[in-house]
């Protein structure tokens, strides 16, 4: 690799060992950007950040078993000879001994407790007493204590905490008023803009690191709304719930979690942006809640097998896998196999992004939601309902006398699998809904295309390239009609108990169309 080490260079390396002259403005840009001097110190702005920085300590009681403070009792089931083995065993050595001769019980003692402590940070965003921190560092707990940088504890409430996005509201009552902080606009915050952490890591302290944004919409799989910050200010354990300031003083982010194999600091933190945070600090502190809106889809990324499959040149959008019956999205006449692009404005580039963009648009309003369907551009209207906070999708087992008639597996040429209609026989052995529609697969050859990409026997296809299939006959007709097209792949929507996934298969020769040798 040839690098560039000075304004003067004039040459780059092509392909293995061609060295060309071109000019300079061919390899910088012809106006050059200059980055922002780092400022002499930050001690100046973290004096006056610190005192709304607090230590967030919470505690919760543990039931130990009743044996006391030996070994946990192991789990055996109920009735096992081991069992009663354990239960006499533990009795011999926490209620026996040499103050209960004679094999005499002791009576019955009452369970120990035990108290377990989780430390964090937190920041005060209002003079009387509202705290924010992680969800995860109160979770659990019957009592939270918040400490000032003056070292004056206080006992807090919780106003109320949001699990998916790990963030709690507290409250604590102070005879005067305590050093605030507000959040500041994290979009406006770019990869390389300097940023500072402040926490309590390892339970030292007030302690303040420095560093830069390093990427902005990192998706770490910790909940459907990841849109986090990362930068390579020094995050450790501690941090957890302390706030990201720009060099204005505004918070941009909760640190909340770091990539690390040791568990200390590599210098990949994570914050979640204040954006979003702030519209569920909103929420927690009118409702004790946080308030969502819900579209009622299931998605899935459109990978470029997918896009493939589909005759589509771009791998954005997020496909629908399945419609909630009853939900905005069905009312709004979204149908499986469409894929969103737009959301009231937004574009909706990568598949995570729109669970963001719904949950944070107002309850209740009308939207525009502009779908690709067919390969058109469609735009309908949805209401966006509320989240519910139990969502549960109802099923229907077939209960009904086993069934005398069958139907012979059919293999689909050039997939490794084989497929039956949606029989009663088949809706007894594969423990499929009554009203089950599409066709089932039996069989799955190893190392085929279909095992390949996860398809198991049980599997039900509801629909092949985006259409409704009944038999295995309809699925080797559109199969047939994919490879007419000289596409790679076919796409199918499978359907595992309650769970609905657009799966795109390789397409296989058929055994009379073999590849030959060339």
Do not use: C
């Not at 047939?480 to 296989?508: A, C, F």
Request: proline letters at 8%.
């Amino acid at each position: 690799m040839l690098f560039l080490r000075s304004a003067t260079a004039r040459a780059v390396l092509l392909g293995a060992a061609t060295l060309v002259a071109v000019p300079l403005a061919a390899v910088l840009p012809a106006t050059p950007a200059f980055a922002r001097p780092a400022p002499d110190s930050f001690a100046d702005l973290a004096a006056k950040l610190l005192p709304a920085v607090v230590n967030v300590s919470s505690s919760a009681t543990m039931t130990a078993h009743a044996g006391g403070p030996g070994p946990d009792f192991p789990m055996f089931p109920p009735g096992s000879p081991f069992e009663q083995f354990f239960k006499d065993f533990l009795d011999r050595n926490h209620q026996g001994g040499p103050g209960n001769q004679g094999g005499q019980a002791k009576p019955s003692q009452p369970a120990p407790e035990r108290r377990t402590q989780s430390l964090g940070s937190g920041f005060v965003i209002d003079p009387s007493g509202i705290i924010v921190t992680n969800n995860h560092v109160i979770e659990g707990a019957d009592e939270i204590t918040v400490t000032l940088q003056d070292n004056t504890s206080l006992k807090a409430t919780l106003i109320g905490r949001d699990e998916r996005v790990d963030i709690a509201l507290l409250r604590v009552k102070s005879d005067k008023p305590l050093p605030a902080v507000a959040f500041g606009d994290s979009d406006a915050s770019r990869v390389g803009d300097w940023v500072l952490a402040i926490g309590n890591p390892f339970g030292l302290g007030g302690s303040v690191t420095a560093g830069i944004v390093s990427a902005r919409g990192r998706d770490i799989r910790q909940g459907p709304y990841d849109d986090f910050i990362q930068t390579d200010a020094a995050i450790n354990k501690g941090n957890s719930g302390g706030p990201l300031f720009n060099m204005d003083g505004q918070v941009i982010g909760i640190n909340t979690a770091i990539y690390s194999p040791s568990g200390g600091s590599i210098g990949i933190g994570f914050s979640i942006p204040a954006n979003l945070a702030k519209n569920v600090v909103a929420q927690l502190r009118d409702f004790g809640h946080a308030r969502r809106g819900w579209l009622g889809v299931r998605i899935q990324p459109v990978t470029s097998d997918i896009a493939e499959s589909l005759g589509l040149h771009e791998t954005t959008g997020s496909l629908v896998a399945g419609v909630v019956p009853g939900g905005p999205a069905e009312l709004a006449k979204i149908h499986n196999g469409d894929i969103i692009t737009k959301f009231n404005g937004q574009d909706v580039k990568e598949n995570h992004t729109l669970p963001r963009i719904v949950a944070e648009t107002a309850i209740g309003t009308d939207v525009p939601v502009m779908l690709l369907r067919d390969g058109k551009e469609v735009t309908v209207t949805a209401k966006v309902g509320e989240l519910p906070d139990d969502q549960q999708v109802a099923s229907t087992d077939s209960k009904g006398p086993k069934p005398e008639d069958t139907a012979k597996p059919t293999e689909i040429a050039g997939l490794g699998m084989s497929l039956t209609p949606i029989t009663p026989d088949a809706k007894d052995k594969y423990q499929l809904g009554a009203n089950q529609k599409g066709v089932v697969v039996t069989d799955v050859a190893p190392d085929g295309p279909a095992a390949n990409r996860g398809l198991k026997a049980g599997d039900v296809i509801i629909e092949v390239q985006q259409e409704p299939v009944s038999t295995p006959a309809d699925v080797q007709s559109k199969v047939d009609g994919v490879r007419k097209q000289n596409r790679k792949s076919v796409l199918l929507l499978i359907q595992r108990q309650d769970n609905l996934q657009w799966v795109p298969v390789p397409v296989g020769p058929t055994d009379d169309k073999k590849a030959s040798p060339g």
